[in-house]
Each structure stands twice: as C-alpha cells, then as structure tokens.
C-alpha cells in the first residue's frame, strides 16, 4: 500500500508532500540516538517550520522503517480515558518531545492547536484527522472545519505551530502513533469550541 507525507498550515491548508519511498532509504541500522542528534542539527540550523518539517519527515520515516522495536513501544490504553501516552524521550533544555500514543476504536481529541510544529507517524490502525481554519479576524476563535484525512500505517501528517485539527481512531483495532513535537508556548496551545466561538488553554 503507497504512504503518503501530509503538511497541515497554519490556514487550514492540506498539502501532499514528497515521500521517500523505503527502497530509497539507507539500509544501514538508523539508532534512536542518531535520529535525535540529526534533530538537533535542523533546530539549529533551520529556523522556519515548513522548512524543518520537510527535513524531519524522511527521518522520521527512516526510523521508523529501521528499528522495529518502535512499533511494540506504548502503553494500552486507559479504559477511563481510551487513550495512553509513552513518553520515548524527553530531556530537559533538548527542544523535543518524542512519544507512541494510542487510542481505542472511536475515541477522539478535542479540536487543538500545539503551539509548536509537529509530525504524527502512524504505525497501526486508521486516524481520521479533521482541518480547521480560523475565518474571522474579528473572532479569533471562530472557525470552520476545512478537510478530512483518513491515515492509515506509513503515513505521515506534519503541522505548523497554529494548525488546527482534531484526531478520530478509525476501525476495530487501536490505533498507535509516533508523535514528535517541538517546544510548544503553552499559553499559545488551545482547545477550540466551533460552536460558541471559545478557546481554552489545552
């Protein structure tokens, strides 16, 4: 089955990337400990997201496709809230967060920003991820759903740091993911109410 790479804006705009295709990737064992240097050299060296996005994304592929042992590395879910987060890395003053999420059949996120870029990598299951826009400039909390991707294993959804979207688990089975976000200003991350045209700190 072809992967697809997907970049979500700030403006609600879905756009289908480049993928690097599996025959294309080095054969050579991609450590953990390499993938989080090789990161640290893009946040140093490259300032704007959508530029560091399209670094990131073939990396995260690599890995993926180069250490097995990522995809058995998460938590099943909390029967209370359908949903487990295992934190793979997280160092103090190190600029990233790496985690393996999981939802149960059905189970969705509230609509969201993350106050930082972002790539989410399936590794099992289906996501349906929904796009929003803000609409309003005079209410900066309105907005109006704009897109729908269904994700499947081997796809790649990537956002800048004001990109709005909400997640969906599709299908019987958990669905698990790679998640790697930057260093988020919390004040800036929010859930957002389509209905009564709120925003409240997530």
């Known amino acids: 089955m072809k992967t697809q790479d997907w970049l979500v804006t700030d403006d ?6 480049e993928t690097i295709l599996e025959k294309e990737l080095s054969a050579n064992p991609y ?3 390499r993938f989080l240097t090789n990161l640290e050299d893009i946040l140093l060296n490259i300032a704007d ?16 496709n180069s250490s097995e042992w990522l995809h058995y590395e998460y938590l099943p879910p909390q ?17 990233l967060t790496v985690q393996t999420v999981v ?10 920003n993350h106050a930082t870029w972002g790539i989410v990598a399936i590794i ?3 996501e349906k991820n929904t796009i929003w826009r803000k609409v309003d400039p005079e209410n900066s909390n ?3 759903k704009v897109d729908e991707l269904i994700l499947s294993p081997g796809d790649i959804i990537s956002f ?12 019987d089975e958990p669905t698990v993911s790679f998640n790697l976000y930057g260093e988020a200003d919390y004040d800036q991350r929010f859930e957002f109410d389509p209905i009564n045209y709120t925003a409240t700190n997530f």
Request: glycine fraction near 8%; include cysteine; hydrophobic fraction near 30%.
């Open 49 to 64: 997201d959508n530029h560091r996005l399209q670094k990131i994304r073939p990396l995260v592929r690599h890995l993926l």
């Open 31 to 33: 450590r953990l400990f």
């Open 160 to 171: 800048t740091p004001d990109a709005i979207h909400h997640v969906e688990a599709m299908g």
């Open 103 to 112: 939802w149960l059949p059905g189970q969705a996120s509230p609509i969201h």
């Open 12 to 17: 609600g705009k879905c756009e289908g990337c």
């Open 124 to 126: 099992s299951g289906e």
């Open 142 to 144: 309105r907005i109006e």
């Open 79 to 95: 029967p209370d809230t359908g949903w487990s987060v295992l934190t793979l890395y997280d160092e103090p003053d190190y600029p």
